[in-house]
């Protein structure tokens, strides 16, 4: 995305957080996200704020999608297996090298960063996942918390893309792919990660297993949790900032513009679904609503997340 469409987006979308105890979260039998729960609900936990270095990355070829600028069609999740370096060395070394390689965001524990814009194809996962997918590269980390921080940051940086790109709720080998899962089933490339690693790290610190289908449980969560209910009306953050038109990308409700947490309609009962956003706002715990109308009428409050580009 351009520059000032990332930050746009990551403003927004930072502030996000829709895991706690009162919004109700689904509880997991996986082991993994068990403790990332209970770190969200006794520890205060919250996915990391994004840095952006996509000033530094102006050397990077920009290659539409097979698709077109800006259309990807799910993300691929790597991890570096290499246990010994740190996440800034990695960035200054794909930097230095992508003639060879480049992805477009790395996490840990601790970071997020944006190291090339996701508007573009990457090179990371042979021809084919190239020309469909956004990229994410995981650091190796070497402890209980924060192999689960970093699933979180990583499980919150994947449902911001799916919601921004309006690509739904995340499917396995559909819009979330492990460089196994390229490996496997489209090929032009033969890495296994993270299999190794999830599996390892899951079986050393929480005696349990972690693999792809957990990974996706924890995405959807994050995408479909409820909105609004229990924390008051939002705190507006912009005023008539988008004239672009949006539209509903999946069902969700619509709340009442000044009763908090009323019910008033849901998006499958409109006509049309196409909206424009008149104020955004956030909520106490930190979710973002967008105040929507429909040919100059205000229909209320609605999860930012849901709202597609036409
Ligand atoms: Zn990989």
Redesign the pocket.
């Known amino acids: 995305m351009k520059l000032s469409k990332f930050l746009f987006l990551a403003s927004l979308l930072s502030g996000i957080w829709l895991f706690n105890e009162s919004a109700q979260a689904d509880l997991s039998s996986n082991l993994v996200i068990q403790y990332i729960q209970e770190g969200i609900a006794r520890k205060s936990w919250q996915p990391v704020q994004e840095e952006n270095f996509l000033n530094r990355s102006g050397m990077l070829p920009r290659n539409n999608y097979r698709n077109g600028q800006g259309r990807p069609e799910g993300i691929v999740i ?2 570096t297996a290499n246990p010994t370096s740190t996440i800034y060395n990695e960035i200054s070394y794909m930097y230095g090298h992508w003639q060879s390689a480049f992805v477009h965001e790395f996490v840990d524990a601790n970071h997020l960063v944006g190291v090339a814009n996701t508007d573009y194809l990457c090179w ?2 042979g021809t084919i996942a190239n020309q469909r997918f956004i990229q994410v590269e995981q650091l190796e980390v070497h402890s209980k918390d924060d192999f689960a921080r970093e699933q979180l940051n990583l499980a919150k940086f994947t449902a911001d893309q799916l919601s921004y790109y309006g690509l739904g709720m995340g499917r396995r080998r559909a819009t979330i792919w492990s ?1 196994d899962d390229v490996s496997g089933v489209l090929g032009g490339t033969n ?1 296994s ?1 993270p299999v190794s690693y999830w599996n390892n790290s899951a079986s050393n610190w929480f005696s349990g297993s972690y693999n792809m289908d957990d990974f996706i449980w924890l995405v959807n969560q994050i995408k479909s949790a409820t909105l609004m209910r229990g924390y008051g009306l939002p705190s507006i953050i912009k005023r008539d900032t988008q004239t672009r038109w949006l539209k509903f990308g999946r069902n969700t409700e619509i709340f009442d513009r000044s009763v908090a947490g009323k019910v008033i309609g849901n998006s499958t009962t409109l006509s049309a679904k196409n909206v424009t956003v008149k104020e955004i706002g956030t909520l106490s715990n930190g979710q973002v609503l967008a105040l929507v109308s429909q040919n100059n009428n205000i229909l209320g409050w609605t999860d930012l997340t849901a709202l597609i580009k036409i």
Request: hydrophobic content about 15%; cysteine-free; overall charge negative.
């Open positions: 790597h991890e990371g996962a460089h890495h990660d």
